[in-house]
């Protein structure tokens, strides 16, 4: 079967046909991403007994390298095999990286002395599979989200509502998968909920390549003829793409080795970020005029400031998790959930608000009072500073087993997620409009590049703020969490009013672009 198989048409439901085909593979994609994110802290702290700062700092090497490697998967697509071919060739090894994760090994077990003892084989396996995820990652996140900006023309006001329903459909994803995932680990066993995981985005790649002829060949090579090209790289052995291929898997091997050393990440963050600003002053100096440097530097500006908001709201698969199944009482309406099935609270709320905002946004400018992107993001680091403050209040006010009501979780999840639609498909959007178009890729890339600052900074706040130095038995108790949370309120309050107060300047260099 097919891209054939499926009719064209230019429109569905007032947006391009193409639209539905991103979110249903992003949809699947984040499933499975999602399916063992929730899951990840909890398995290495209760099955393999590291203690919560070595999780966290596996946690946060881990998210910082997802994020870090769309930056090349970007490169690699704008230069040579476009982003449909780069989607395909992430979805595969996504789909090997999350079956493999299914290998959970024996439990590991504490001797008489405290010292523990592992399955070395199974944990092997383990950053080997989160090495394909990671590389799969890279190809496959900035490059659907490219395919969603250019179904739209430059100025088509319809781009933000198409960004917010795509980003709506990320969420089914993470919602379903949070709850079925956290389900099938504490009813049968990890290997159930990462498995399922693995289903899921062999769901998504089939969909995704049946679905091509909706795209109208957006997302095709730029260049198709130098991938039959001999490859300098591969002594001309290889043509462009089948080199491409290899040097992907060379790479999780790459990434399979940096992942056992996690200070190797904080090291390797700095000097990727270091050559992105390199080439940045080049770009500016050189291949912009005032116009297109004046909107670059405002989405430069975006981006940094992105870091410190995704530096708090991934706290999320961390210390909030470990939050939910130390303090906190998981009962709703009856129902006990698990720790990892509360991490859907975000995708649901994302769900029920995504439409809100896609109606509120335009509704705003007819008014001519739409907040300006800038100000959109000052306004959501503010919030998701005061959602940890609702944990506070939360952590002030325990019942009688000295546990917290989960209602304070939903509310700090509730203020997190308006926080993340004022800023992540509105940057998702920006740096598709305020980008010169031939380099589009790349700033995506650089987009996610600073979601890998903040999630690698996300860990080294929740250990330093709560005081973890990953010994003894390094668990985060009720007054690690008070200091963790104490201080990102005043973070995210302090950081979301100066960026308010400096959104207007940002905004006279973005022009024409709201």
Known sequence: MTSQTLPTSPEWFGHPRGLFVCFATEMWERFSFYGMKYLLVLFLVQHHLFTDGEALRILGAYAALVYAMPLLGGIVSDRYLGQTKAVKLGGILLVLGHCAMAFEGVPATEGIAGEVVRDEQAINVFYFALALIVVGVGLL???????VGRLYGENDPRRDGGFTIFYMGINIGAA?????????????????GFGAAGIG?????????LGQGWLEGHGDPSNPAILKQPAPAALGLL???????????????????????????????????????AWFVWLLATQCNSEERGKMSALFFLIVISTVFWSMFEQSGGSMTLFADRATDLTLFGTKLTAAQFGSANAIFIILLSPLFALMWPALLSNNIEPSTPAKFGFGIVQVGLGFG???????????????????????????????????????????????????????????LASAYGSYLASELAIFFSSID??????????????????????????????????PFVRRLMRDVH
């Open 141 to 147: 996140k900035p490059n659907i989200s490219t395919v």
């Open 176 to 192: 379903s998968a949070s709850l079925l995932c956290g389900w099938l680990a504490s009813a049968y066993g990890w290997a159930y």
């Open 201 to 209: 985005m062999l769901i998504g790649l089939i969909i995704f390549s």
């Open 239 to 277: 043509n462009v793409e089948r080199a491409i291929v290899l040097y992907s898997l060379v790479s999780v091997f790459v990434i399979w080795v940096v992942l056992q050393s996690q200070g190797g990440v904080g090291l390797m963050l700095p000097v990727v970020a270091a050559l992105f600003l």
């Open 390 to 448: 609702a944990l506070l209040i939360g952590l002030n006010n325990p019942d009688s087993a000295g546990l917290v009501s989960a209602w304070w979780l939903v509310l700090a999840y509730f203020l997190h997620t308006s926080a993340e639609l004022c800023l992540s498909p509105i940057g998702l959007s920006a740096v598709t409009k305020l980008s010169i178009a031939r380099y589009v890729g790349v700033m995506m890339g650089a987009w996610f």
């Open 470 to 503: 990953g010994t003894g038995d390094g668990r985060l108790g009720l007054d690690g969490f008070t200091a963790l949370f104490t201080e990102l309120l005043l973070y995210g309050v302090g950081v979301g009013v100066v960026v308010l107060a400096v959104s």
